[in-house]
């Protein structure tokens, strides 16, 4: 029973890592992409203040949290040393990743908008 609820733990590990890397470098992009627009005259100082602070914050919270998680389930609970547990978290990561990989592209572009497409 320990094994199955470590197995699980880890898929769940699993899922939620990508979801968290994939947000914090998203917010990362989206940070650039405001600089990128305001050199080229295509965003205004204020906009772009915004876009990077909520960016920012953004990624730094998904950032902190993503190390947490491993953090706590390395460290504090000692999990993710079976190769039962590694198996799991990678069949934890393919469905989000699938999905992150499909919609990243029209993400990407949504970081590129510019004031007068708000």
Same mark, same amino acid.
């Given at each position: 029973?320990?094994?199955?609820?470590?197995?699980? %733990? =880890? $898929?769940?590990?699993?899922?939620?890592?990508?979801? #968290?890397? !994939? @947000?914090?470098? &998203? *917010?990362?992009?989206?940070? %650039? =992409? $405001?600089?990128?627009?305001?050199?080229?005259?295509? #965003?205004? !100082? @204020?906009?772009? &203040? *915004?876009?990077?602070?909520?960016?920012? $914050?953004?990624?730094?919270?998904?950032?902190?949290? #993503?190390?947490?998680?491993?953090?706590?389930?390395?460290?504090?609970?000692?999990?993710?040393?079976?190769?039962?547990?590694?198996?799991?978290?990678?069949?934890?990561?393919?469905?989000?990743?699938?999905?992150?990989?499909?919609?990243?592209?029209?993400?990407?572009?949504?970081?590129?908008?510019?004031?007068?497409?708000?």
């Amino acid at each position: 029973m320990e094994q199955l609820a470590s197995a699980v %733990l =880890a $898929a769940l590990l699993g899922a939620a890592s990508v979801s #968290l890397f !994939g @947000r914090t470098w &998203l *917010a990362l992009l989206g940070s %650039l =992409a $405001a600089a990128i627009l305001f050199f080229r005259g295509l #965003l205004s !100082g @204020r906009r772009c &203040l *915004a876009r990077m602070h909520g960016h920012l $914050a953004k990624g730094f919270l998904c950032g902190l949290l #993503l190390a947490l998680a491993f953090r706590v389930h390395l460290h504090t609970l000692g999990l993710g040393t079976s190769n039962l547990e590694q198996i799991c978290y990678f069949l934890g990561c393919l469905p989000v990743l699938l999905v992150f990989f499909r919609n990243a592209p029209g993400r990407i572009d949504d970081l590129f908008r510019t004031d007068a497409e708000d």
